[in-house]
């Protein structure tokens, strides 16, 4: 008994001391250092050669700035031979030439990458009048209607001055478990003339 004294009370002193010891611990808070916001810049994609003005000299068309943050894309050419092409909205592109009726020149497909990677959405550009013009709307096509052999937009064999275009819309469809589908459509559309 004697030592079973001895022993608490050696055990309540060394537990009042710890708790007296972690009582003068200080905390020590470190600052995190404020990193300032740097703009996230894509690499750009590589580029294509196009001869937009149909008298054979080519030119070097290439992504030269993608800004996620403000979701803009910055289409350029070599040496400055055109104007440059901004898409608003977009977090890069993926571009391509076309021959479509009624332009001498090379037509700039351009597969603008969104945020929403549901969709493809398409820009045709025709350099017109020393601007890049567009002879039809942007469009767009939902990924569950997109397969590699697609080609969005071709010449309309029936008449030379129109275009064909694949689009998406959205369809109710109470025979399927989410309530809609993607609809995959195709309409042929007028385009602008070239003047010679």
């Known amino acids: 008994m004697k030592y079973l004294s001895i022993a608490l009370i050696v055990f309540f002193y060394s537990c009042k001391k710890i708790s007296r010891e972690s009582k003068s611990e200080k905390t ?51 040496e400055n031979k055109y104007p440059n092409i901004t898409i608003s909205q977009s977090i890069g592109a993926d571009l391509e030439t076309l021959k479509l009726n009624n332009f001498k020149g090379d037509v700039l497909l351009v597969n603008a990458k969104l945020k929403d990677t549901n969709f493809y959405e398409y820009y045709l550009f025709v350099y017109k009048d020393s601007m890049w013009k567009q002879p039809v709307n942007r469009f767009a096509i939902h990924k569950s209607n997109y397969f590699d052999s697609l080609i969005p937009i071709t010449n309309n064999p029936e008449d030379s001055t129109q275009l064909l275009r694949y689009y998406s819309v959205f369809n109710m469809d109470k025979k399927s ?15 602008f003339e070239e003047e010679d």
């Open 177 to 191: 478990e989410e309530k809609f589908t993607w609809k995959l459509l195709r309409e042929s559309i007028p385009m």
């Open 28 to 78: 020590i808070e470190i600052e995190t250092p404020v990193i300032p916001f740097e703009e996230k810049k894509e690499p750009a994609t590589k580029g294509i050669f196009g001869d937009f003005l149909g008298n054979k000299d080519s030119v070097y068309v290439f992504t030269q700035k993608i800004d996620t943050v403000k979701e803009l894309t910055i289409i350029s050419f070599k």
